[in-house]
């Protein structure tokens, strides 16, 4: 597609509850990235894919959080057992090749999708 | 390790005066930084990009930030702002090998009449 597309752009669940982000990054990225926004704290990274595989994991906050990315293109995050904590703007970003090989710096990022855990 | 820090959490100027946001870096080795803005409710964008090259840089809509190591800073500036330019900006920095972008924690501008 033209951009990164993400869904859903707000999620208001309950406690306790699963939820899963999509992310659809740009056609022929290889690279594609998940962070988080949260109120005045900038922006934190959560896990980096190159094709299908997770070289960097590191920002993932718990086990309650994963990730997949299918065919080289479409990304999952799913946070299981949602806690209040986990509120906040989910972000995806992608990149032609990852930052570690060339580095231009320049990520497209997506809209984000609100996650609201009540 | 990386890491910026972004001097003011707020920023407020009038139209048509000058802008100066305050970034702050540390990086083991040379590093590659950038600026990027967030308008309300949309997503990042690159603003500009320093990458070992000249160390003053132009970006869009008029932005430039100056590189300078002794100091290990990177502030941006704009000589005069627009109401359009109300929005969050980010410092990030970036080493070669690192497979991710460490961003600083945004000064909102705030621009009035």
């Known amino acids: 597609g033209a951009g990164v597309s993400q869904s859903p752009s707000n999620k208001v669940t309950e406690k306790g509850k699963d939820v899963e982000l999509r992310c659809d990054p740009i056609s022929g990225h290889t690279a594609l990235y998940w962070y988080r926004q949260s109120l005045g704290q900038g922006l934190e990274f959560l896990i980096y894919?190159?094709?299908?595989?997770?070289?960097?994991k590191s920002g993932l906050p718990s086990d309650r959080f994963s990730a997949e990315r299918t065919g080289g293109s479409v990304s999952t995050l799913t946070i299981q057992r949602t806690q209040q904590e986990d509120s906040a703007v989910y972000l995806c970003a992608s990149s032609f090749r990852g930052l570690a090989v060339a580095n231009t710096g320049e990520l497209f990022f997506g809209e984000g999708s609100r996650l609201t855990v009540l | 390790a990386q890491s910026v820090t972004q001097l003011d959490s707020h920023v407020s100027v009038s139209e048509g005066t000058p802008v100066l946001l305050r970034c702050n870096y540390s990086s083991s080795y040379s590093p590659s930084l950038f600026w990027y803005v967030q308008h309300p409710n949309k997503g990042l964008q690159l603003l500009l990009k320093?990458?070992?090259?000249?160390?003053l840089v132009k970006g869009i809509n008029g932005f430039e930030a100056e590189f300078k190591k002794s100091e290990t800073s990177f502030h941006l500036t704009k000589p005069s702002a627009h109401m359009s330019d109300a929005a969050e900006y980010f410092c990030?920095?970036?080493?070669?090998?690192?497979?991710?972008?460490?961003f600083g924690k945004g000064t909102m501008l705030l621009v009035s009449p």
């Open positions: 894919f190159q094709g299908n595989s997770a070289p960097d």
């Open positions: 990030v920095v970036s080493e070669r090998g690192y497979s991710t972008l460490t």
């Open positions: 320093y990458t070992s090259a000249a160390t």
